[in-house]
């Protein structure tokens, strides 16, 4: 079903629960790793996403219909997982605990982790970068996302968002370079 489909089925009295099931099978895979690849931790990223769908499932009545369902609902995991990064950065920050070293060592535990010395050195990197940085940039760099289109998810100009892509792949670029 496509997303006018899925939202008419929604409108539907009695099909909500199907149409909400259809609208989670559909994105939760996409959702799910546009999360993950923020917050690196499987158990965060599966928090985080039912958080999203919560929060979708509660202002579906809301939705206007001004932008896409898709846009919308990566808009709500997206800033879930900025307030997420926030606040996890706010607590190491309180902790004085070695945030790098956590990142290194969780990466290597994780069993749903497959990548090479390569990415694990990208993740790290990516981890330094400031919560809305490395958003961006994942969602440019991992999900192809056009600048127009991730303008509209986090609701900035396309010149913020390109500004904000560009600063995160300097600060990459800076990242890998002095570890070489």
Do not use: C
């Not at 489909?5 to 546009?34: C, D, M, P, T």
């Not at 969780?106 to 970068?129: M, V």
């Amino acid at each position: 079903m496509d997303d006018r489909e899925i939202l008419a089925a929604l409108r539907e009295e009695g099909n909500e629960n199907y149409a909400f099931n259809l609208l989670v099978r559909k994105y939760s895979q996409r959702l799910y790793w546009h999360i993950r690849r923020a917050v690196l931790d499987h158990d965060d990223a599966d928090d985080l996403l039912q958080n999203t769908f919560i929060k979708a499932w509660k202002n579906l009545p809301y939705f206007r219909e001004e932008s896409r369902l898709y846009t919308w609902l990566y808009r709500i995991a997206t800033n879930e997982t900025i307030n997420f990064l926030k606040s996890k950065r706010l607590r190491t920050m309180l902790s004085m605990s070695g945030h790098e070293s956590s990142i290194a060592d969780r990466l290597a535990s994780d069993p749903y982790f497959t990548g090479d010395e390569i990415s694990r050195r990208l993740y790290q990197a990516i981890s330094k970068l400031p919560p809305r940085q490395k958003m961006i940039f994942n969602m440019r760099y991992f999900d192809e996302l056009k600048f127009t289109e991730i303008a509209e998810i986090l609701n900035r100009s396309v010149g913020a968002v390109k500004a904000s892509y560009h600063h995160a792949f300097t600060k990459m670029q800076d990242i890998l370079n002095e570890n070489d």
